[in-house]
């Protein structure tokens, strides 16, 4: 009943830059924090960048300078511009949102969801 859907992966080079797009659509009632996580091949996923609903931001400090996370309330969606690319940021990035959704139910339940994920390459 709710989907994210990434787009903007793709191969680039050290230095250069790529953003990443994220839209949430469905019966969705309210996202409270959204982020993005990637996942390097050998590696357990971990966080990139997170944006709640009022505009807070956190990022891990491998990308802090380098990435900037935006969102639009209204739209459902969110960025992450990627700058200054380096091969270590080669990944699967996945688009993540808590939020909660009308199930049918009387109230709206929460929700932990996940897109499917974008390949980022970097070469050196």
């Known amino acids: 009943q709710v989907q994210l859907e990434e787009s903007g992966g793709g191969l680039v080079r050290a230095e250069g830059s790529l953003r990443l797009s994220c839209a949430a659509s469905?019966?969705?009632?309210?996202?409270?924090?959204m982020g993005w996580y990637r996942q390097a091949p050998g590696k357990q996923r971990e966080m990139v960048a997170t944006?709640?609903?009022?505009?807070?931001?956190n990022y891990a400090d491998s990308v802090k300078g380098r990435f900037t996370i935006s969102r639009d309330n209204a739209k459902n969606t969110v960025d992450l511009q990627m700058n200054s690319l380096k091969p270590e940021d080669t990944a699967v990035y996945y688009c993540?949102?808590?939020?909660?959704?009308?199930?049918?139910?009387?109230?709206?339940?929460?929700?932990?969801?996940w897109g499917q994920g974008t390949l980022v390459t970097v070469s050196s």
């Open positions: 469905g019966r969705i009632f309210r996202i409270r924090a």
């Open positions: 944006i709640t609903s009022g505009g807070t931001t």
């Open positions: 993540n949102a808590d939020l909660e959704y009308y199930s049918g139910s009387t109230y709206p339940k929460s929700l932990d969801a």
